[in-house]
């Protein structure tokens, strides 16, 4: 309960300020993976396996813009 | 009266589990009312090119995501370890009964033939270990020396040894605690001991605070507290604990007697509002 309150004061917080969604993105899932880390313990196994997954897929979107920033610098 | 009960009992699953549902399905209603919402409003950002809508639809959809995952938990409060667990006892129990065995366990650490140790339960009170007769594939130790005889069961809470050898962590509590060996190392290594099933039980989600005493040089007084008591509520009801320890009790008890290298002999197992005891008794098996 904890972890979903702070992660949507959080969430509300970085969508007023944040112009730019990949930006966005990325701060969104910096904050998810320090709440994560810090009440992974709290949950169950299966909440876990769910929340993982939530993870394994914020990092590809944080690779896919990564690469996309490093072929825009290399075609400038 | 058995009708009543039953009914009543029947009543009270039906209402737990209409309450489950209810709170289950009103989570997931809410998820997916949240990721709807969050859509909504991801697409209405995109086709009108407002950034603010698009990162509160991303926000929403993930916040949605999450109380559809937390959804599931209500149903994990079913403990369905106990209830394998409890079948098992309830065979045992029988077995037990109907041999009318009432001496208590005695817990065997892991030998040459015996290599998870064992919970040897004898026929009589006046007992006698023939570790000829015993092996891992004997159940039933059969003697002309009435003394000798008595049933060989696996000890539970091996497996919890096991996944603890496994990480190699096991052998960090194993000591030669020899009688003649010095008290202050003894002391420490005592320590060490409870120590490392503390460690082990706050691993497992299990219990901690365990405390180990001495007295009289041949009887261990263990305490500590557990956190799920309801397996220990059956044990005690049909009189088991001593007989044959849960798995908590059993690795406590089979750890201790590994790292003592000694047989010892369940005297009592006491459950109160979550708190163990557990008097052990020590056997020195050359005096036999």
Redesign the interface.
């Known amino acids: 309960m904890i972890f979903l309150i702070v992660l949507v004061a959080y969430i509300t917080f970085i969508s007023i300020f944040v112009n730019d969604a990949k930006l966005f993105l990325v701060l969104l899932l910096i904050g998810f993976l320090i709440l994560y880390e810090l009440f992974r313990y709290y949950f169950k196994k299966r909440t876990q396996d769910n929340l993982d997954t939530m993870m394994y897929i914020g990092i590809t979107i944080f690779i896919i813009i990564v690469f996309q920033k490093i072929s825009e610098i290399l075609n400038h | 009266m058995i009708n009543n009960n039953g009914s009543n009992n029947e009543r009270s699953v039906k209402s737990k589990k209409t309450k489950l549902s209810i709170t289950t399905n009103f989570k997931k209603i809410i998820a997916i009312a949240v990721i709807i919402f969050g859509l909504g409003f991801l697409s209405y950002g995109y086709l009108n090119n407002i950034?603010?809508f698009?990162?509160?639809g991303?926000?929403?959809v993930?916040?949605g995501?999450?109380?559809l995952?937390?959804s599931?938990?209500k149903y994990?409060k079913y403990d369905i370890g106990s209830g394998i667990f409890s079948d098992y006892i309830d065979l045992i129990g029988k077995l037990i009964k109907n041999l009318d065995i009432k001496t208590s366990g005695v817990v065997i650490p892991p030998r040459e033939n015996l290599k998870n140790g064992a919970v040897f339960l004898p026929l009589n009170e006046d007992f006698k270990i023939n570790f000829g007769l015993i092996n891992d594939t004997i159940f039933f130790v059969n003697s002309d020396n009435k003394n000798e005889m008595g049933l060989i069961l696996s000890p539970l809470g091996k497996s919890l040894v096991k996944t603890l050898k496994k990480y190699g962590d096991y052998e960090a509590i194993y000591c030669n605690c020899t009688e003649h060996a010095d008290n202050n190392l003894k002391s420490e290594k005592l320590d060490n001991i409870k120590d490392y099933l503390n460690y082990s039980l706050n691993l497992f989600q299990l219990g901690n605070n365990i405390d180990i005493n001495f007295s009289n040089n041949d009887v261990i007084i263990l305490s500590y507290e557990i956190y799920d008591n309801t397996v220990c509520k059956k044990l005690q009801k049909e009189g088991l604990c001593k007989k044959y320890p849960c798995p908590v009790c059993g690795f406590i008890v089979l750890s201790l007697a590994k790292s003592l290298d000694r047989i010892l002999k369940i005297e009592e197992i006491i459950e109160e509002n979550k708190h163990i005891i557990i008097k052990l008794r020590i056997i020195n098996e050359y005096n036999m």
Request: net charge negative; glycine share 6%.
């Open positions: 950034v603010h698009i990162n509160l991303i926000g929403l993930l916040i995501w999450i109380i995952s937390f599931y938990e994990l």
